[in-house]
């Protein structure tokens, strides 16, 4: 596809099930990141993938959430026994690494609105 | 730890006129990049202009433009001749590390009045 994916669009959950949320990078990006929005605010980061190297998993917020990216392909965002305060936008973007500098261009997918019930 | 601060939660406009959204922002790095993003109702994060702190020449893409003030850490978007198009929320955003992860403000809902 020509841009970033996101399934699914929207997820309702009932609290303490859990959810797994999909990205699709665009094609060649070697970069992955995933952000959390809650309603009325800006992006937080989460997970960043960079080719085979060891992710950054430093914006994690618990240990309820977890990531998994195979290659430069699909990554998988998991939160487990979801809490109402996990209702959020999760945004993914992915990058070529290859701007000016070395920080290329984050590409942004529709995102997946999760509420949890 | 950087943070980046918008203190303008909403801003109005009239079409055809101009506004100036306010960033500010806070870091010990020397080389960084500043970002203004667009999110309209769709959801989707749109960049609409980009700094790289080594340059002082203020960056321009269309009727976009910054004003970036290094000393002070203020990066202020201008946008001329408001469209109703441009009717967003917009984010401010940084990026400086090796992560190269995005740090961003909480955003300005900007309105278009026609």
């Known amino acids: 596809g020509a841009g970033v994916s996101q399934s699914p669009s929207n997820k309702v959950t009932e609290k303490g099930k859990d959810v797994e949320l999909r990205c699709d990078p665009i094609?060649?990006?070697?970069?992955l990141y995933w952000y959390r929005q809650r309603l009325g605010q800006g992006l937080e980061f989460l997970i960043y993938?960079?080719?085979?190297?060891?992710?950054?998993k430093s914006g994690l917020p618990s240990d309820r959430f977890s990531a998994e990216r195979t290659g430069e392909s699909v990554s998988t965002l998991t939160i487990q026994r979801t809490q109402q305060e996990d209702s959020a936008v999760y945004l993914c973007?992915?990058?070529?690494?290859?701007?000016?500098?070395?920080?290329?261009?984050?590409?942004f997918g529709p995102g997946t609105r999760l509420t949890v019930t | 730890a950087q943070t980046v601060t918008q203190s303008q939660p909403e801003m109005s406009v009239q079409e055809a006129e101009t506004v100036t959204l306010s960033c500010t922002y806070d870091?010990?790095?020397?080389?960084?990049?500043l970002f203004w993003y667009k999110q309209p109702p769709s959801r989707q994060m749109i960049l609409v202009i980009r700094?790289?702190?080594?340059?002082?020449q203020n960056a321009t893409e269309n009727r976009f433009s910054v004003n970036f003030q290094k000393a002070a850490k203020s990066f202020s978007l201008k946008i001329s001749d408001s469209q109703l198009g441009d009717a967003a929320m917009y984010f401010c955003?940084?990026?400086?590390?090796?992560?190269?992860?995005?740090?961003f403000g909480t955003g300005t809902l900007l309105a278009v009045q026609p």
């Open positions: 973007a992915s990058s070529s690494q290859s701007g000016a500098g070395g920080f290329g261009e984050q590409y």
């Open positions: 094609s060649g990006h070697t970069a």
């Open positions: 993938f960079q080719g085979n190297s060891a992710p950054d």
């Open positions: 870091t010990s790095e020397s080389d960084y990049y």
């Open positions: 700094q790289e702190a080594y340059k002082q």
């Open positions: 955003a940084y990026n400086g590390g090796a992560t190269n992860k995005l740090i």
